[in-house]
Structures are given as structure tokens and as C-alpha cells.
């Protein structure tokens, strides 16, 4: 099977996407959560304590994507 090539602007693209998205999503976790468990709503640590592996699997799904609409739409041939 022929490995994927995928461009620099293509990695580029995906890792200010992957930074921005994450950093959003993840911050606003961390932040709402800490804040509700400051004011005494132990349901708080539930948004502030997944914050960075979400913020990361978010990163994951859009490289994955990424090689999915990268990946040739034909039949795939090994040369053996």
C-alpha cells in the first residue's frame, strides 16, 4: 500500500485548527468547571477535570480526517 502524503500547508492547517479548537473547547471546560466547583457544585470537576484529554482527542479526530480525505479513493494495490 502506498503511504499517504500529506503537504506542509495541509499540516500546518491542522495544527493551528487542532491548537485554537483545543484551546477553546478545553479552556472553556477547565474554566466553567472551576468555576462551579469554586462556588460549591461538586458537578463542576466533571467539566474541569477532562478538559485536556478533550481538548486532545479533539486534535486526534481532526487527524484523522485529515488522512481520511487524504487517503486515494481507489482500490488500494500492494506490490509484493
Not at 13 to 25: C, F, H, P, R
Request: aromatic share 2%; net charge positive.
Amino acid at each position: 500500500m502506498q503511504p499517504v502524503l500529506v503537504s506542509r500547508e495541509e499540516i500546518l492547517i491542522l495544527g493551528l485548527t487542532a491548537g485554537v479548537i483545543g484551546s477553546l473547547v478545553g479552556g472553556l471546560m477547565l474554566g466553567v468547571g472551576l468555576g462551579l466547583a469554586v462556588q460549591g457544585a461538586h458537578i463542576g470537576w466533571v467539566l474541569a477535570l477532562p478538559a485536556a484529554p478533550v481538548s486532545g482527542g479533539l486534535g486526534y479526530l481532526l487527524a484523522r480526517r485529515l488522512v481520511t480525505r487524504a487517503a486515494p479513493s481507489g482500490p488500494s494495490t500492494t506490490v509484493r
